[in-house]
T-cell receptor
Framework: DQQVKQNSPSLSVQEGRISILNCDYT??????FLWYKKYPAEGPTFLISISSIKDKNEDGRFTVFLNKSAKHLSLHIVPSQPGDSAVYFCAASVDSGYSTLTFGKGTMLLVSP | DVKVTQSSRYLVKRTGEKVFLECVQD?????MFWYRQDPGLGLRLIYF???????EKGDIPEGYSVSREKKERFSLILESASTNQTSMYLC???????????FGSGTRLTVV
């Protein structure tokens, strides 16, 4: 039973345009959400997060939106750059005290010049 | 530069062997995690530890065990390697209460 779903395995965008990566979740107990970025042959790196008490968090070119009623979050990258080409993982957590994360399957973003 | 170091980048082991994957972090983090990454399945949690000598099962602990004798080191043990354990293994650490993990570069294990 997949609790965090990234239904798009891949996304292609032109440089300078907006990239929108989507994530849906089923567990209503999730209260913290994160995005990680992974380049080939490297471990994932933390990108941006959002608490369930907020609906938006922005960090430079990256913005995460949370729609709790729809159990949906999205990552917007504006403007997209070729260096953003990577696999993006959505992750979510229940406040259990253990800081464990449940990850989605990932979306491969390709930004072409 | 803070880091999580996984001892091997690539490993090839035979079916039935006992395999040790080592992970060391230099950030004095309380939490350490082992995930495996498989195509089409994302990252799945195998085991985690929130303190020295403490361990908890994740979502897919079968066939694995772990050891955390020192705060900086978290070992994943495949008791008897099988071909379905061929995967990319990722170690991560975080401060207590912090979800921003620092991951290692991964160990790609092939069991033949």
């Amino acid at each position: 039973d997949q609790q965090v779903k990234q239904n798009s395995p891949s996304l292609s965008v032109q440089e300078g345009r907006i990239s929108i990566l989507n994530c849906d979740y089923t567990n209503s107990m999730f209260d913290y959400f994160l995005w990680y970025k992974k380049y080939p042959a490297e471990g994932p790196t933390f990108l941006i997060s959002i608490s369930s008490i907020k609906d938006k968090n922005e960090d430079g070119r990256f913005t995460v939106f949370l729609n709790k009623s729809a159990k949906h979050l999205s990552l917007h990258i504006v403007p997209s750059q070729p260096g953003d080409s990577a696999v993006y993982f959505c992750a979510a957590s229940v406040d259990s005290g253990y800081s464990t994360l449940t990850f989605g399957k990932g979306t491969m973003l390709l930004v072409s010049p | 530069d803070v880091k999580v170091t996984q001892s091997s980048r690539y490993l090839v082991k035979r079916t039935g062997e006992k395999v040790f994957l080592e992970c060391v972090q230099d950030m004095d983090h309380e939490n350490m995690f082992w995930y495996r990454q498989d195509p089409g399945l994302g990252l799945r949690l195998i085991y985690f530890s929130y303190d020295v000598k403490m361990k908890e099962k994740g979502d897919i602990p079968e066939g694995y065990s772990v050891s955390r004798e020192k705060k900086e080191r978290f070992s994943l043990i495949l008791e008897s390697a099988s071909t379905n354990q061929t995967s990319m293994y990722l170690c991560a650490s975080s401060e207590r209460g912090n979800y921003g993990y620092t991951f290692g570069s991964g160990t790609r294990l092939t069991v033949v």
